[in-house]
Nanobody, 123 residues
Framework: QVQLVESGGGLVQPGGSLRVSCAASGSIFSINAMAWYRQAPGKQRELVATITDGGSTNYADSVKGRFTISRDNANNTVYLQMNSLKAEDTAVYYC?????????????????WGQGTQVTVSS
């Protein structure tokens, strides 16, 4: 009933910028936290950035100062603004959300993942 839909991935040149979005929809009571992960070929999935319902953010050292995570609570959407992109940023980016879903009068905590969107940084 709850799904995360990502958009905005694509090809960008080194030093360029890209903004990816993730919108949660369905029977949502609340969203406690949202995050972006990424996974490059041959590497483990890594946490890129997180944002809580209160707006507190955290970033991986590799993207700190270049990436900005933000949240539009009215639309249940999280964004990742990526600036000064490097080749090593190339990966599949996954949206994550910890959501309290609604099932009738029951509140059910669940982890949800987007399908992933490819970000390629290349000249």
């Amino acid at each position: 009933q709850v799904q995360l839909v990502e958009s905005g991935g694509g090809l960008v040149q080194p030093g360029g910028s890209l903004r990816v979005s993730c919108a949660a929809s369905g029977s949502i009571f609340s969203i406690n936290a949202m995050a972006w992960y990424r996974q490059a070929p041959g590497k483990q999935r890594e946490l890129v950035a997180t944002i809580t319902d209160g707006g507190s953010t955290n970033y991986a050292d590799s993207v700190k100062g270049r990436f900005t995570i933000s949240r539009d609570n009215a639309n249940n959407t999280v964004y990742l603004q990526m600036n000064s992109l490097k080749a090593e940023d190339t990966a599949v980016y996954y949206c994550y959300a910890h959501i309290i879903a609604t099932m009738g009068d029951i509140r059910v905590p669940r982890n949800y993942w987007g399908q992933g969107t490819q970000v390629t940084v290349s000249s």
